[in-house]
C-alpha cells in the first residue's frame, strides 16, 4: 500500500534446545554469542529470498546511561542499524565472524538515538515503508519468573500489528527458544510466513551440520 497500515500477524515456531546448545557451542568457537550466530543466519535465509548482497537489519538496543537512568521505571531502547555484507562465497563461519565485527562497530555508536540521525540523514522518504529498515531481529533472555508459590508459565499471543515488515523475535526458555515471525499482513500471506520459519529451522540445522 502508499500508506503502511501496520497491520500485521505472527507465525510462532520452536527452536529445540539440542539445536539452541549446538548453535552457541559453534558461535563460541569463533568468538562469537548466540545473537550474532542468529543474525548471520537472519541475514542468509533473507538472502536467500531476496538474492540481495546487502542487507539492513534493525536491532533494539538498551539504553540505560548515563547512569541517572538506571533505576527508573520505563522502556529505554534504540534502534540500531546493522548493515550486514553478503558478498562472496565464504562459509559460515567466516560470515559470523564478519557479522562479529559489524555489530560491535554499530553497538560502539549506539549512543546517537535513531531519530537524530533520520533528522540529518539527506534522503526521500517513502510513506509506504520504515526508514534505513524494514526488517527487524530480536533476541530476549526471559527467565521464568517467580511469584511466591505460584507456578509461572509463558504465554505467546498475536498482537494483530507489525512494526516492520518482518521480524524475527527469539525467545529464550528452558526447553530452547521459541521463535516469532511478525510480518506485514498487506505484503505477506500466512503461508508464505510459515514456509519462512521451516526453511530458518532447517538452515539453523544445516549450519550446525556443516559450518
Known sequence: ?????????????????PLTQALKSMGSEAG????????????VLLQWYSG???IVIGTPVGMRTPAEIEP????????????????????FLNLVRRVRETLLNALSNSDLPFEAMMQRLKFERDPSR???????????STPTPGLGGLA???????????????????????AGHVGRFEY????????????????????LEAIVREP
Open 32 to 43: 562469537c554469542t548466540f545473537f550474532m550466530t542468529v543474525l548471520a543466519a537472519f541475514q
Open 130 to 140: 520504515n526508514p534505513v529498515f524494514q526488517a527487524e531481529l530480536q533476541v530476549l
Open 72 to 91: 527508573l521505571i520505563g522502556n529505554f531502547l534504540n534502534m540500531v542499524a546493522l548493515r550486514c555484507d553478503l558478498s562472496g562465497d565464504s562459509p
Open 152 to 174: 509461572v508459565s509463558s504465554f505467546h499471543f498475536d498482537l494483530k500489528c507489525a512494526k516492520f515488515d518482518l521480524s524475527l523475535h527469539l525467545y529464550e526458555e528452558d
Open 184 to 203: 506485514c499482513s498487506d505484503l505477506f500471506e500466512a503461508g508464505t510466513v510459515r514456509r519462512l520459519c521451516n526453511h530458518f529451522v532447517a538452515l
Open 1 to 17: 500500500p502508499t500508506l503502511q497500515s501496520f497491520k500485521g500477524a505472527n507465525v510462532f515456531f520452536d527452536i529445540p534446545g
Open 52 to 54: 540481495a548482497e546487502e
